[in-house]
């Protein structure tokens, strides 16, 4: 569905349209919508209807109208630091927004059932680290996408904050997907041809808010193996408020640099130092994962924590940080990257 608005040029007019329709209502939606340009979601041959209010899909690839993306943005009522668990990820166009409010704190988990969405959604991801100048202008809490069948999810898993849901919910499946969610945190999901906002108030209270007629694909039952057993989905929410500490230790950077680094480069780092300690030591984890050689070691990249080869020389600008646009098989660093 869409077509609620009128048409655009380009992304900035898509949300000047959007705006003027009232479904973008807020200053954070509407920041995040005109970072992650639309047209670098679609395939090339079909980037002319990329700024309609309408829905697109070829094969396993979807998006949906504009026009519903805001209501989902505005009715999830996202902050900074929470834990956000998109259910049908697709290509990542709305993760990626949200990420730009969630900042270096937040989780963003998405599950996704078509391996080849998955692929499609890390190569777009790639591409906006890459190349989006969006990317050294916000705080990102960058989207880590699981292949499965969203109703599968492993009831070991953490609850979210937010969590929404991109195909239509039978209702058999409301309270299946309420069981997600942290007291406190809102679920959208469209149930029963109504695009729906859920609040958890209590562990057993609820306050439901129909917020306008949608029309989505069901989703998909799970398909068990040959077994009879179903494939659990994994996924593991770490909290970035302890790893996030003022008291961590800035090993690596000299005083001086430190105190001239912005706020958000500094919390970036003490992430990357929490979550080097929460695995015990320093010296615990060993080499990074897929490199062989040594000496190793570790750098932010949009508020994550990456591993890097350091024989591959760059020269360290000023101490203790490497330069923007760095790459070291394959990835891009952040405005700085620390050695930890």
């Given at each position: 569905m869409g077509g609620a608005v009128s048409a655009g040029e380009d992304n900035d007019e898509l949300i000047d349209n959007l705006k003027e329709a009232q479904y973008i209502r807020t200053e954070l939606v509407e920041q995040a919508f005109r970072a992650v340009d639309r047209a670098d979601y679609y395939l090339e041959e079909f980037k002319e209807n990329a700024y309609k209010?309408?829905?697109?899909?070829?094969?396993?690839?979807?998006?949906?109208?504009?026009?519903?993306?805001?209501?989902?943005?505005?009715?999830?009522?996202?902050?900074?630091?929470?834990?956000?668990?998109?259910?049908?990820?697709?290509?990542?166009?709305?993760?990626?927004?949200?990420?730009?409010?969630?900042?270096?704190?937040?989780?963003?988990?998405?599950?996704?059932?078509?391996?080849?969405?998955?692929?499609?959604?890390?190569?777009?991801?790639?591409?906006?680290?890459?190349?989006?100048?969006?990317?050294?202008?916000?705080?990102?809490?960058?989207?880590?996408f699981v292949i499965g069948n969203c109703l599968e999810i492993s009831p070991d898993c953490s609850q979210y904050d937010r969590v929404y849901c991109g195909a239509g919910v039978q209702k058999e499946h409301e309270e299946y997907m309420k069981s997600l969610l942290k007291v406190g945190g809102i679920l959208v999901m469209p149930l029963e041809e109504k695009l729906t906002k859920i609040t958890r108030t209590g562990p057993s209270a609820w306050e439901t808010k129909k917020i306008l007629a949608v029309s989505f694909a069901p989703?998909?039952?799970?398909?068990?193996?040959?077994?009879g057993k179903s494939r659990l989905v994994q996924l593991r929410v770490i909290s970035g408020h302890a790893i996030g500490s003022r008291r961590l230790p800035q090993k690596g950077v000299n005083s001086a640099t430190w105190k001239a680094l912005p706020e958000r480069v500094c919390s970036q780092y003490r992430r990357a130092r929490g979550l080097l300690l929460s695995h015990g030591t320093l010296s615990s984890l060993g080499p990074?994962?897929?490199?062989?050689?040594?000496?190793?070691?570790?750098?932010?990249?949009?508020?994550?924590?990456?591993?890097?080869?350091?024989?591959?020389?760059?020269?360290?600008?000023?101490?203790?940080?490497?330069?923007?646009?760095?790459?070291?098989?394959?990835?891009?660093?952040?405005?700085?990257?620390?050695?930890?």
């Open positions: 209010d309408l829905a697109w899909k070829h094969g396993n690839i979807h998006l949906s109208a504009p026009c519903i993306y805001s209501e989902v943005m505005e009715a999830l009522d996202l902050q900074p630091g929470l834990s956000f668990l998109n259910l049908g990820s697709g290509t990542g166009y709305l993760s990626s927004m949200v990420g730009l409010i969630l900042g270096p704190f937040g989780v963003n988990h998405g599950v996704e059932l078509h391996s080849d969405v998955i692929e499609y959604a890390k190569q777009k991801l790639d591409f906006f680290i890459r190349t989006s100048d969006s990317f050294d202008k916000f705080d990102f809490c960058e989207p880590s989703l998909i039952q799970p398909c068990h193996s040959e077994t990074p994962h897929g490199h062989t050689s040594q000496p190793a070691g570790w750098c932010v990249v949009g508020g994550l924590l990456r591993s890097i080869d350091l024989t591959r020389p760059v020269p360290a600008t000023p101490s203790g940080c490497r330069p923007r646009r760095s790459k070291h098989r394959g990835w891009r660093s952040s405005k700085y990257c620390f050695l930890v």
